[in-house]
């Protein structure tokens, strides 16, 4: 037979008397002293404490002990018993195992034993302290509450120690003081003056400000600093034939140099030092010269840099334009480079561009020749005139479609449309027709054409050369409602996965329908546009819900398989499915809603026998397509898509949501507005729904937390969030949930072994949902109901009230009638209660009849 836990061990005795508790001890010896010497926190009944200590069973004590310190009380009843076997234990080997007044109450005890010989033994507490073998017991906090030992050669060793230890301390003290004032007046003895004023120790800004050319001469040769040295800023200070005549004797580091190009009175002589040791180190008011793109250095120059310095160098007259466009290349690298929104560089670029007329050819040539032609551009043209006659009759060189999203990379398309952007308007409209799709998609994005050039762009090649500019997603929005107004398949589907649309500008890109006046215009299905295999490939794997619930409203029945077989994006209102339906009625007839509903293989999702749509929307599309003889099939899909969008289909919807295990109302409401459209919470329909059908249990806990809960939804969430509480409840979505007492016949309790609550049935009882008689009554098992009432009837500082009283009475009627004053019947209950699943009063009957 399995002995009985702690938790039913001390259920027992709380409520036995004293009489019986005596007689039990010998009969439940084992679980008593497992119960005595427990760690967990399971409360030992007064009873039981009185009768251990008034018989001082040395095993029984010794088990209180173990865990006395959990109760001051029993701490202090075993300590005033002055029993030497017990005193090391009661008073603690470890400073924080007992407190000083735990530690006095010992040494009060021993008072009226002294004359114990246990006292005299040699494992006892008063040699162990007295034994210079033994150093944990010579710690002050052990040693201080000795003084009151009523032994005197203990208390004489505890004073000796004490002050010993206090003499030490003093003198240490006195010590440390006059090594303090010594090392004060003398200071450190390793100090290191040098090392001391490190700036890096002092945190100090690492600048120098020199006024005078010594010092900055001085600051520029100093090879150990790493800082900045600021120029002299009053006027005159500054002598560059001073500095340049230093550089040349012995050249400046390179910090020095930029420090110097810096300055806009630089001198072309140090000027292009600085620029051959470190082309980056141009600044913004640095002075360029001319000598910089001759140097030796400047083959390396990047397109990067060639910016720079013609930014900086053109406008200011250093760089004369023409001479520029004659001598300097690579040409791809000045064309990129040049600022081309200065008057001078449009008018220089116009005279070269004039000679290579309108045809085709010579710009073609032009074009092949960028990548790799390292003159200049003036040479450019005249290599592309010498060739031209090779590139006659010839299409664009390797040409490339729009890119998404287009990137503004420098390099031979980029330079050949600067040279585009120069030539005159008939030129310019006879190479359109030439240019390769990427060429076209960067001159609209890049080069700003006027309206009149994009007019003839989208006459020549159509309106689908405009989608090139939908190609990233910081397009903005009066670029699309431009775009979306040319009803362009092409330039709608690049719109679509390139361009961050609106809701209804993606509904109105899947449906076909044309743009009209700033809005999506209804259109005969015979005049919609097309949707692009590119459009609908991206649809097909995109996870975007955005993307793919606009497919609902489309009416294209393609795209209403690939969202309801898309394994990433589900439908979750049956709201946006009877739309949906709406959509393909209006669009392809019944016949197209009949697949749909027919279907069983939808591309993407993985074969199942159920069918994406809820059972609801199947049943609405099925009543309407019997009665697609008439007007009523659509009028009933429209019906029920209006109920299922109102707030009565909001409020079912919501319900449905938060009845799951998982459910989220929040997240429910996002669903509903993303997928349906915003509204206000309903409430009220909520609250007509719980009156004629009860909301579930985990639906209406979820609405107390939100803001609004009418009372009456708050109040039923209180009694729903304890059945929910219950270990083995089930709520069922429709079914009226039980009460707390229903919960108590029905289903069986839980108590945790190692604590000593029972759960549910203390919060059952604490909030009124229960009586003590009806647990006493009808809960199970009767482990849980022993360990409960316990606790329940124990006496308490108040007075008890009626119901407790009645109780103890009921209870103890019960126990009279079945086990008398029988300990035998009660020892038995106790070791048939870990496997017993019955009544309390059931274990009671069944212990009386076999002890009887």
Known sequence: MKFADNLAVSAVYALADRELTRALIPRIREETVALLANGSGTPVPRFLVEEVIAERDPQLVRALLSSAVLSGDVFDRLAALGDPTLAVSLYGQREWERTPAQRAAVWAGAVATADDPGWQAKDGLPARLLSSQQPEFQRPELLEPALLAPFPEVAAHARQVIDRRAEGTRKGAVRGKRTTTGAAATGPANSNPRKDSDPRKKNTPWQRHPETMVELVRDFRDKDFRGTVELPTTPGALDWDVLAAEHRAEPFFESGLASLWAHPDCPEELALAAFERNRNSQGPSSAIYWSMLTSPHFDGVDVEQMTRLLHHGVPSGSLPIDRVLREVGPARNVLCGLPHEREEVRAALVAEVARLGADFAPWRAVYALLPRFSGSVTDLVDAALAETPKHRGKKWPKPLGAEFPSRRLPGGRQAWLRLYDAADRPTRYALIEHMDPRAIQQLLLWHQPSAELRAHIVESLGASALAGIASTWHTGPEVIEELIAYNDPEVNAALFMNTDLTPAQRRHALSGRRWQGGTSADTPTADRLPLTRDLVEGLRESARRQWLLAC?????????????????????????????????????????????????????????????????????????????????????????????????????????????????????????????????????????????????????????????????????????????????????????????????????????????????????????????????????????????????????????????????????????????????????????????????????????????
């Open 552 to 852: 609902a409203d489309s009416g294209d029945p393609l795209l209403c398989r690939i969202l309801l077989g898309s394994p990433r994006v589900k439908v979750h209102t049956p709201a946006l499915e009877l739309h949906m339906l709406i959509r393909l009625w209006e669009r392809h007839g019944p016949d197209s809603v009949r697949e749909l509903l027919d279907e069983t293989d939808f591309p993407g999702r993985k074969k199942q026998p159920k069918h994406p749509m809820s059972p609801g929307t199947l049943a609405a599309g099925r009543a309407a397509l019997d009665a697609a003889a008439g007007p009523g099939g659509p009028a009933l899909l429209r019906a029920a898509y209006g109920a299922a969008a109102g707030p009565v289909g909001f409020a079912e919807f919501l319900h449905t949501k938060g009845a799951g295990e998982d459910g989220d109302v929040a997240k429910a409401v996002e669903l509903f507005a993303e997928e349906v459209g915003p509204g206000p919470f309903p409430w009220a329909e909520l609250v007509a729904e719980h009156a004629a059908r009860p909301l579930h249990d985990r639906f209406l806990v979820l609405l107390a937390a939100l803001d609004g809960c009418p009372p009456v939804l708050a109040e039923e969430s209180a009694t729903a969030r304890l059945r929910l509480e219950h270990p083995h409840y089930r709520p069922r979505r429709g079914a009226k949930p039980p009460t707390a007492s229903e919960l108590l016949k029905k289903y069986p309790l839980w108590t945790a072994y190692s604590g000593s609550h029972t759960n549910w049935l203390d919060m059952a009882y604490e909030r009124g949902h229960l009586t003590l008689s009806e647990v006493v009554r009808t809960a199970f098992p009767a482990r849980t109901t022993v360990v409960f009432l316990a606790r329940a009837l124990a006496p308490g500082d108040s007075p008890a009230t009626e119901e407790v009283r009645e109780t103890r009475d009921v209870v103890a009627a019960l126990a009279a009638e079945h086990l008398g004053a029988d300990p035998e019947g009660w020892a038995l209950a106790l070791r048939l209660m870990p496997d017993f699943e019955g009544t309390l009063p059931d274990l009671l009957l069944a212990s009386g009849a076999v002890v009887s």
